[in-house]
């Protein structure tokens, strides 16, 4: 149900010491599963991909986008459909092709506590979802202990990885006197192309003259990010005052599931945040402003020259566009992406005496999007094509929450929430205006521009969770939520059926293409779960498990056009249908004893989730089929140490709109062991021991080669591959 990564306050240690898994604890008592900094070191060692950290929490799985992009679905359900926070930021990835999450905005180095809400979570932990809430945090400020000390602190890293030569480096340092600390941290991290496990596809052209991939290359996997912050807090007696600044710099991400890569992705945000106690409890607010210029082309691995060529390499016959409807040739195809998001936000904790909280909060966010793609030829031109013009996105909220723990043995927490969404598009046009323009761009912008856009929705979500110690071996945990998501921008207002235009506006790397529906209307979720939580008094073993049921009415799914057919990409419309999501979350952990040389443990996390269209029958899109995770671990002094079977079953149950690709069963074998040396931490492993080959359940169709602009100009029904054996090896010095 809930779940808590948590590392100790900064302002307790400057080193992140612990991360915790564990029931949220609002009111609710019970002890943690621990997973420490050697389990975070050795995923952030393994990939440069925030959301990685979460591969092991119950109820997570990925879907599968760029290197440092990967989209965590909570029992099913990824996207938008997941509200994600970075540092109190309701962040929105601003994209067509969701290639900016917002996970993506924080290096995994960075991280230093994670909040997973899977299924039903308190309403304060964000609304505008119907997954539940992922929220990310950064180290807190770093205060001297007493007036006459200069704290200093920090860390340097580095990490590399054998497949796809992945290199990462990062640092942070903090200085402080007793009221006032400054921080500063910087990372980077790139990779190439990683190999899979062994030959998955049958050609090595790009189609582009005298570059081509081998056989067991992943095309298109390749990156490099770079991020920096700056923190200034300032702490008196009863208040903390906090400017945050971050600046990232993304040169290069390209996409194996999407038609074109990000060739350039910079993102300015900055946040204001006063927290302040009093004698009836505490009140923070803030106030944030972010910025983003986002571009996308070919990347090195897809057709740069687009059209007809005279000539080998990049010779190309001059490009017209009056009287040549196909054009000759066109340098790319450049496509940019600007936005803003603004917002501010407070909340206060009223404490009604030793065991009660009332928690009362209220948000503002305005968001504006545009989406246009530059003239280029080929049929691209002569103007601009407006994808979403002056788009438009607020939010006004207001909510409520009680916390209460009337006895050592009973807690609950519930609340309600109500939001209004408010949405408008510009008109907009194509590339060209004449009615014989490819596409119907002249005829469907027209329609579009007729129709009236503006759309108001009053969405109400509601949450109760109950929690019962019923004796020292045995916890139980409840609850019940009502959940509701507005439609983002490109669901409702991306208005072309054009194959060039709709496949660029594509979330889930499935290789289709997509035309939005401004008639759209807010998913509304009902979830019901239920937690049993059996363990030893002295938690030497425990086993948890969550059933759930969640029922979607009004769900976005995917829908047939005129022109589908099986076995191939199509343009797909969306509409409201309903949707059954039902599941269990497993988890268990014993101590080994009585093994020889150290200290032994078993760990294991079992996911089953099965997702169903209530209208048409068809199984939704992208859900993971039953996968287990199990580790051996061992502690022998300050070595620690893992062997970890990864085990997943066939995917059979596919979504028949969307032509999803069938993907076999397979089972991996990572190793992994690390020590600490005073200040000095060192992790080496191995993931996919045996390179095995197989393909990604979630991951989408392979489109990462060749001339990707044409919908069928790839071949369909290649699954994206995982990756094959990699060695890495990480270093972290505090100082």
Same mark, same amino acid.
């Given at each position: ?15 992140r ?11 609710a ?12 070191q ?22 599968g ?15 938008? @459909? ?8 309701d ?12 996970l ?36 807190d ?26 290199l ?19 990372a980077?991290? @790139? ?20 570059h ?12 490099d990010t ?15 005052l ?30 204001l ?12 607010? @803030? ?20 059209g ?14 009056a ?43 305005a968001?504006r ?19 979403i013009?002056?788009g ?9 929450e ?11 927490t519930?609340g ?6 408010r ?13 014989s ?14 129709s ?19 004796s ?22 991306t ?36 937690t ?9 073993w ?45 988890t ?63 995917k ?84």
């Amino acid at each position: 149900m809930t779940l808590l990564a948590m590392a100790p306050a900064a302002a307790q240690s400057a080193a992140r010491d612990t991360v915790l898994i564990q029931g949220q604890r609002a009111a609710a008592a019970g002890a943690p599963t621990t997973l420490d900094t050697d389990a975070l070191q050795r995923l952030r060692a393994a990939q440069g991909d925030t959301a990685a950290l979460l591969r092991s929490v119950p109820g997570v799985s990925l879907q599968g986008a760029g290197g440092a992009s990967s989209l965590p679905a909570l029992h099913g359900m990824a996207g938008d @459909r997941v509200r994600i926070s970075v540092d109190g930021l309701d962040l929105i990835a601003s994209c067509p092709n969701h290639m900016n999450p917002p996970l993506s905005y924080l290096d995994p180095a960075a991280v230093a506590s994670l909040e997973v809400y899977a299924g039903i979570s308190p309403v304060s932990a964000g609304g505008d979802s119907i997954a539940g809430s992922i929220v990310a945090r950064t180290a807190d400020p770093v205060f001297a202990p007493d007036e006459q000390t200069l704290l200093t602190s920090g860390e340097l890293g580095a990490h590399a990885r054998s497949n796809g030569r992945g290199l990462g480096i990062n640092a942070r340092v903090n200085l402080a006197t007793s009221t006032l600390a400054l921080g500063a941290s910087a990372a980077r991290s @790139r990779a190439d192309n990683y190999r899979a496990g062994g030959d998955f596809k049958t050609s090595v052209q790009t189609g582009r003259t005298g570059h081509t991939l081998p056989l067991d290359e992943v095309g298109s996997s390749a990156y490099d990010t770079r991020n920096q912050t700056l923190t200034i807090a300032h702490r008196g007696p009863q208040h903390l005052l906090e400017a945050r600044l971050g600046y990232q710099e993304v040169p290069e991400q390209l996409y194996p599931n999407q038609r074109m890569d990000m060739l350039g992705n910079r993102q300015w945000r900055g946040q204001l945040r006063l927290q302040t106690h009093f004698d009836w409890g505490r009140f923070e607010a @803030r106030v944030f402003q972010e910025d983003i210029d986002h571009t996308m082309d070919f990347g090195a691995d897809k057709r740069f020259w687009y059209g007809s060529h005279s000539g080998t390499g990049s010779a190309c016959s001059p490009v017209r566009f009056a009287g040549d409807p196909q054009g000759t040739c066109a340098a790319g195809m450049p496509m940019k992406t600007a936005s803003s998001h603004r917002g501010l936000s407070s909340r206060a904790d009223i404490a009604f005496g030793d065991s009660d909280t009332l928690r009362l909060g209220a948000e503002w966010l305005a968001y504006r999007l545009d989406d246009w793609w530059p003239p280029s030829g080929g049929g691209m031109g002569p103007g601009t094509f407006d994808n979403i013009r002056d788009g438009r996105r607020d939010r006004g909220v207001l909510y409520g929450e009680w916390i209460a723990r009337p006895s050592a043995a009973w807690s609950w927490t519930a609340g309600a929430r109500v939001e209004r969404v408010r949405s408008d598009a510009g008109t907009v046009h194509g590339y060209n205006t004449l009615s014989s323009a490819p596409g119907g761009q002249a005829a469907e912008a027209a329609a579009f521009n007729a129709s009236s856009r503006l759309r108001t929705d009053d969405n109400l979500d509601l949450s109760a969770i109950v929690r019962h110690v019923w004796s020292s071996t045995l916890d139980l945990e409840g609850g019940i939520a009502r959940k509701v998501r507005s439609p983002n921008l490109y669901e409702r207002y991306t208005w072309s059926s054009w194959a060039m235009a709709a496949t660029m506006n594509n979330f889930v790397g499935d290789g289709n293409g997509y035309v939005g529906n401004p008639d759209l209307k807010p998913e509304v979720a009902h979830t019901v779960s239920a937690t049993i939580d059996w363990h030893a008094a002295d938690r030497s073993w425990s086993l948890r498990a969550t059933p759930y049921l969640t029922e979607v009415d009004d769900y976005i799914d995917a829908v047939r056009r005129t022109t589908w057919t099986a076995g191939k990409f199509n343009v797909l419309g969306l509409a409201n249908q309903s949707a059954r999501i039902v599941g269990l979350d497993l988890t268990g952990r014993a101590a080994l004893p009585g093994l020889p040389g150290g200290e032994w443990t078993l760990e294991g996390v079992l996911n089953l989730t099965r997702g169903r269209n209530r209208d048409s029958g068809d199984d939704l899109f992208q859900i993971m089929p039953a996968n287990l995770r199990v580790s051996l671990n061992h502690r022998l002094g300050t070595w620690q140490s893992a062997l970890e079977v990864v085990s997943v079953a066939p995917k059979r149950r596919i979504n028949d709109v969307r032509n999803e690709i069938a993907t076999p069963g397979y089972t991996l074998l990572n190793l992994r062991t690390g020590t600490s040396w005073g200040r000095v931490r060192l992790d080496v492993g191995i993931d996919n021991l045996f390179d095995r080959h197989y393909a990604l359940p979630a991951g989408g169709a392979y489109i990462g080669q060749g001339t990707t602009m044409s919908i069928n100009g790839v071949p369909w029904g290649v699954a994206m591959p995982g990756p094959g054996r990699s060695l890495y090896l990480a270093v972290q010095v505090r100082f």
